[in-house]
């Protein structure tokens, strides 16, 4: 069993920057693909940006490119989202996921353990 623990969301006026993190309990966390989705209410759950297992492969949604940048550390078991120059239309409650495979997808049935969420409110 994997937990994620999210963090680091919060309100920011446009324009602005946030970090997330994304904290796993499992003591194989370098063998997992990681993934940020995001959901607004009645919406559904958007792919964000993912990671393989060493970070060696990446990619973002279009919607944020150039703008939001997945990373991992393995030696802490976290996974990271930085949010540049954030805008109103990324406000939604932000989830971390984690697929049993060190290849990352871009739907969120393909991950396997997802994290509580944490919300992220743009103003703008």
């Known amino acids: 069993q994997v937990q994620l623990v999210e963090s680091g969301g919060g309100l920011v006026q446009a324009g602005g920057s946030l970090r997330l993190s994304c904290a796993a309990s499992?003591?194989?966390?370098?063998?997992?693909?990681m993934g940020w989705f995001r959901q607004d209410p009645g919406k559904e759950r958007e792919f964000v940006a993912a990671?393989?297992?060493?970070?060696?492969?990446?990619d973002h949604a279009d919607s944020v490119k150039g703008r939001f940048t997945i990373s991992r550390d393995n030696a802490k078991n976290t996974v990271y989202l930085q949010m540049n120059s954030l805008k109103p239309e990324d406000t939604a409650v932000y989830y971390c996921?984690?697929?049993?495979?060190?290849?990352?997808?871009?739907?969120?049935?393909?991950?396997?353990?997802w994290g509580q969420g944490t919300q992220v409110t743009v103003s703008s």
């Open positions: 499992v003591r194989t966390f370098s063998s997992y693909a």
């Open positions: 990671i393989s297992w060493n970070g060696g492969n990446r």
């Open positions: 996921a984690a697929r049993s495979s060190g290849r990352y997808y871009y739907t969120p049935v393909e991950y396997d353990y």
